[in-house]
């Protein structure tokens, strides 16, 4: 005779199968029986104080590891809390599974409890978004969501659980177990002609630059650009930032995008943050040449770049770039020259800002935050930085070197980088983890800290403190003139002293030389840690090329 089996067991069951072993979740009704499902499993439930961070943390682990973060949520508000959080994933190409609950079935179109039309709301920032429909089939719509979330062009999904199917018993006999293959796709290839094909454009090219997107922006990716770079001789960078190619982190970009004659991109999309490929950010001449996961994204680019595009076909990122390292076998393509060019401009930094320090008592320039912090990020290179917010956290992007940086993204949300921190340490017991971030942006998610301290889960956080959502308050100054700034201002708020109450370590700084000693202590705390630093209310770092 064949057992039965609880919907939330299978869906357990499936996690486990997939890999997972930490889900960022915070409880309701609808997911209790998950929770219970999990009790003695090989789930580790690292539960959090709002849906938003469980899906940044996802979202952290997703760019990470290269493989799907899973957050799960209860239905309804805790839906359309962790919905929101999804477009930061999606803009920086993060593969994760979100799973919410939902109301029962036949509770649907009568007014259940919490009843939302969850999978439409979720649509828009997910490459896939569903509602299960039955017990036996869990397991498929599990597997289902992490393989589409880590196919093509990586990005979030979500499969909303209605809490009947959860609660459900089924025969085990009739439950659909899915098997290995139906976690992942096959990745598609560059075939070798069209590799030659692409060799072939580049080498008629005079200064060719190779762009990827954000999916490239880990180690694994970096990596992979390196090896394209040193087989090929092309220069190559990510394009992670909404700030486009004025990000700080590339330094002297535009003089390298305007000086190109083919541009290729590598699952990198042709969009605003490339200002659409248009004069003055590239030449009016410039080829084009689109490898993109997409079709959509390749048709796109030739409806706005037309003849200039000069090749354009779908692959997937990564193996598009190894079959170009194959190809190329080490026949430079491009010369050393236009590579040295370009990579001076891109690692060009002012020669003035080595003279840069606070002009105010007891607050320092964001550059002495960098100064203090480079070295203990640089040390190790396993270390993740992360940077989020609008001015401050621009300075520690384009002088504070990692290969394991994440940064708010295309996406363009602040606000993140907290439970980023979390979901990082979670990952990595040993990688130092340090996030710099702007004192609005510390708001949205300090709660995280008490989960920090409950998990046990230190990383060192360094506020930027001036007093001010400063990113908008340059938008005023610059659109409507400093008369009119008004709005913007916050209290220089004693951000150390919460996270101390929630029983992290806090430390005020005031003075550039008492930064290292704080950041010390921070470390020996074992505890997850707030360096409360006052600053200066600093623009963003622009750097235009000396040439
Ligand atoms: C979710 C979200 N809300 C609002 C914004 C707009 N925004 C971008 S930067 C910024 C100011 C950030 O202030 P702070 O964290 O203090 O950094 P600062 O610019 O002062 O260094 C705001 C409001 C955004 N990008 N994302
Ligand atoms: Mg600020």
Not at 330 to 344: F, H, I, K, P, T
Not at 477 to 490: D, N, P
Not at 496 to 525: F, K, M, N, T, W
Request: proline fraction near 6%.
């Amino acid at each position: 005779m064949s057992q039965s089996v609880r919907g939330a067991d299978i869906v357990v069951r499936t996690l486990e199968r997939a890999g997972c072993r930490t889900v960022f979740t915070l409880s309701g009704n609808h997911i209790m029986s998950i929770f219970d499902a999990a009790f003695g499993s090989a789930l580790d439930l690292v539960h959090v104080r709002q849906e938003a961070a469980a899906v940044h943390m996802a979202d952290a682990w997703g760019r990470l590891t290269g493989e799907p973060g899973v957050a799960m949520v209860t239905g309804g508000p805790g839906h359309a809390n962790a919905a929101a959080a999804l477009m930061t994933a999606q803009g920086q190409e993060s593969p994760l599974v979100l799973l919410s609950g939902h109301t029962a079935t036949w509770e649907i179109g009568r007014g259940g409890f919490q009843e939302l039309r969850q999978a439409e709301m979720a649509a828009p920032v997910s490459k896939a978004s569903w509602t299960a429909h039955s017990a036996e089939t869990l397991g498929v719509d599990v597997a289902k969501a992490f393989k589409i979330a880590r196919s093509g062009r990586p990005g979030p999904v979500h499969l909303s659980l209605p809490s009947d199917l959860l609660d459900a018993r089924v025969e085990d006999n009739a439950v659909v177990w899915p098997d290995q293959s139906a976690f992942a796709v096959p990745p598609v290839e560059l075939g070798d002609p069209a590799a030659d094909a692409v060799l072939a454009i580049i080498a008629s090219a005079q200064r060719p630059l190779l762009i990827a997107g954000p999916q490239l922006a880990n180690r694994s990716g970096r990596d992979l650009l390196a090896r394209i770079e040193a087989a090929t001789l092309v220069p190559t960078c990510i394009m992670e930032s909404p700030r486009g190619v004025n990000d700080a982190t590339l330094g002297a970009f535009r003089a390298v995008t305007r000086r190109a004659d083919l541009i290729v991109l590598l699952g990198k999309a042709l969009d605003f943050t490339l200002k659409f490929g248009e004069p003055p950010v590239a030449d009016a001449d410039c080829r084009w040449v689109v490898i993109d996961p997409e079709a959509m994204l390749v048709e796109r680019a030739v409806r706005e770049k037309g003849n200039l595009v000069a090749f354009g076909c779908v692959a997937d990122t990564r193996p598009a770039g190894e079959a170009l390292i194959r190809r190329a076998s080490g026949r430079s393509v491009s010369s050393a020259s236009w590579l040295d060019e370009a990579r001076g401009r891109m690692n060009d930094r002012p020669e003035a800002w080595s003279a840069l320090a606070s002009k105010t008592p007891r607050k320092l320039h964001p550059i002495e935050v960098c100064r203090a912090l480079k070295p203990y990020v640089e040390r190790d290179p396993d270390t993740i930085l992360i940077c989020d917010g609008g001015e401050y956290a621009q300075w520690g992007q384009s002088l504070i070197r990692s290969s394991r940086r994440l940064i708010n993204g295309v996406g363009g949300s602040i606000g993140a980088s907290l439970p980023f921190a979390l979901a990082a340490r979670k990952l990595d017991a040993k990688a130092p983890v340090f996030v710099m971030l702007g004192d609005g942006t510390f708001g949205f998610h300090m709660a995280e800290f008490e989960t920090a301290v409950r998990r046990q889960l230190p990383f060192v956080a360094v506020v930027g403190t001036d007093a001010r959502w400063n990113a908008e308050h340059n938008i005023q100054l610059r659109e409507y003139g400093e008369a009119r700034a008004h709005g913007c201002e916050l209290t220089p708020a004693r951000y150390d002293l919460v996270v101390a109450a929630l029983g992290g370590h806090g430390e005020l700084v005031e003075r550039a030389a008492d930064l290292p000693g704080a950041i010390e202590r921070s470390i020996a705390s074992g505890k997850p840690a707030c360096i409360n630093v006052m600053i200066e209310s600093i623009a963003a770092p622009t750097i235009t090329s000396r040439s």
